[in-house]
């Protein structure tokens, strides 16, 4: 069976993002948040974010609170943040891959990929 997961690393600090909250939402047939999680000390999330018979094809965004992660770690940010609510569009095709969808944040820029 398939699963989504994600990580985030504070690529400024050196270390695993614990504390961030990410928000799972389905896009179509209209927006709607399925789940509201947060990382552990590992910059993990305790489980997969989506699984079972919740998981299958379409289109998600996982949404990083990378603004508020960042004010609470002691980042020197603008007023506003450069980064606050990062979203990352993407698709799922098949209901028995494994999605990983990783996020390595810093105070100024973010990366992104397909993981494994």
């Known amino acids: 069976m398939g699963r989504l997961t994600t990580h985030v690393l504070d690529t400024a600090l050196g270390r695993p993002a614990a504390g ?3 928000e799972l939402w389905a896009v179509e047939p209209r927006p709607s948040r399925l789940r509201r999680v947060e990382t552990n000390a590992d910059g993990r999330v305790d ?15 996982l949404r990083f ?3 508020d992660y960042l ?4 980042a020197t940010l603008t007023e506003p ?4 609510i990062i979203p990352i569009r993407f698709g799922i095709s098949s209901a028995r891959d494994h999605y990983h969808v990783p ?3 810093s105070p100024f820029g973010y990366s ?4 494994s």
């Open 20 to 22: 961030l909250v990410i």
């Open 47 to 61: 489980g997969a974010i989506l699984e079972g018979a919740e998981f299958g094809p379409g289109i998600y965004e």
């Open 65 to 67: 609170f990378a603004g």
């Open 71 to 74: 004010k609470a770690s002691g």
């Open 81 to 84: 943040p450069f980064l606050d």
């Open 103 to 105: 996020l390595l944040l």
């Open 112 to 115: 992104t990929y397909r993981g």
